[in-house]
């Protein structure tokens, strides 16, 4: 069975599915890997580094004869069309955001999975890509947030005086948001913390940060996120943040639940009431925003501060992004494999959870109830 891997399409995009360090994982099943010419090039990868690799170059025909397409991003619907009957694709797919591309998948009879619905399982956390990608995303910010405050970050002790450290509060102590507090003191920061999960204190502090301590009862959820809060609860703690907020130099929001909007967690009041300079990193900005005002892939100054809002981060950091989102996708399509043949068993949770259409079908509940609705 022939694994192509697809050029990405959609702007701003430099990650690739496959790298050719992994190639050989998929040969070694029995596999036949083809990856579309410069698809691994936004990521430093060479058609001939492929070639090296045991793969096929192949030029913009190459998803006809495909039995399994692996991609970033979701193909657009007028590739999808061109797949053939019973083909497999594996990538990102906020399923219920991307309405086109799951009517195209569904009409042309091919197996979609979306790597956001891999069940937030141990045995599939090798295949969990928002893991991996929040990784990413959560020491880019940093560095982010390090290159345009006006501030150093570490105290430095001189003849000329002592400059004190950067205060930087984060929000959020997810995945993305340890990985920013681990950065931030890395760079000599004094950093703060906050999440609604209590669990997360200790995970915190063991990375030398203070907790956040706002006397709220905790909202631990299913899967590791964080339930849903009512509108009371939410302002209370927006309102009992503002002080931590207009307190830092940086601050850097990481609150998002995929397939939902982003909940609010700072007001613009409380970034006009941080210091000139001061800079804050929205995460969340592409799916609503974590703070008031933020547009993701745009600068907004607030006051004297400036919101940084964020946009398909993990790709501003390719090469290693894909290094980690390539193992993720072949991880899930050996999972699938037996004897050289890409073959779903729909038995197995992890595939069942993150199968959006197959053989006609959308399995994907509250996708099938949207398009049923239209």
Do not use: C
Not at 170 to 189: D, E, F, K
């Amino acid at each position: 069975m022939k694994v192509v891997v697809a050029a990405e399409t959609r702007d701003h995009e430099r990650r690739v599915a496959l790298v050719p360090d992994l190639v050989g994982r998929l040969t070694s099943a029995g596999l036949e890997v083809a990856v579309e010419s410069g698809a691994g090039l936004g990521a430093l990868h060479t058609d001939a580094a492929y070639e090296a690799a045991g793969a096929s170059v192949a030029g913009g025909d190459a998803l006809g004869s495909a039995d399994v397409v692996v991609s970033v991003q979701p193909l657009p619907p007028d590739r999808l069309a061109g797949l053939r009957s019973g083909a497999v694709t594996v990538s990102f797919l906020p399923a219920t955001q991307e309405l086109d591309v799951v009517r195209a998948a569904r009409d042309a009879g091919v197996t979609a999975f979306s790597l956001e619905l891999v069940p937030r399982i141990s045995r599939a956390q090798s295949m969990d890509a928002l893991t991996s990608q929040a990784l990413v995303a959560g020491y880019r910010a940093v560095l982010v947030a390090a290159e345009k405050l006006p501030r150093f970050f570490p105290l430095s002790m001189t003849a000329a005086g002592t400059i004190p450290p950067a205060e930087v509060l984060v929000l959020g102590a997810g995945v993305a948001g340890l990985q920013a507090i681990a950065t931030a003191r890395r760079l000599g920061a004094r950093v703060q913390a906050y999440d609604v999960r209590a669990a997360s204190a200790d995970e915190v502090r063991s990375l030398g940060a203070q907790f956040v301590e706002l006397d709220l009862p905790s909202l631990e959820g299913a899967g590791g996120y964080a339930r849903e809060m009512t509108e009371e609860r939410a302002q209370l703690q927006r309102d009992l943040l503002a002080p931590h907020v207009s307190g830092s130099d940086v601050l850097i929001t990481t609150a998002a639940v995929p397939g939902r909007s982003a909940p609010l967690l700072v007001e613009r009041a409380a970034v006009e009431a941080m210091k000139p300079g001061s800079i804050v990193v929205d995460l969340a900005a592409e799916s609503g925003g974590n703070v008031e005002g933020s547009v993701a892939g745009a600068e907004v100054p607030v006051g004297g501060a400036l919101l940084w809002g964020a946009q398909n981060v993990p790709s501003q950091l390719p090469v290693h992004a894909s290094r980690l989102f390539a193992a993720n996708v072949v991880n899930l399509v050996l999972l699938m494999t037996a004897d050289g043949k890409v073959t779903p068993d729909f038995a197995d949770e992890i595939v069942d959870g993150a199968a959006v259409t197959h053989d006609g079908v959308v399995r994907h509940a509250p996708t099938r109830e949207l398009l049923e609705a239209e």
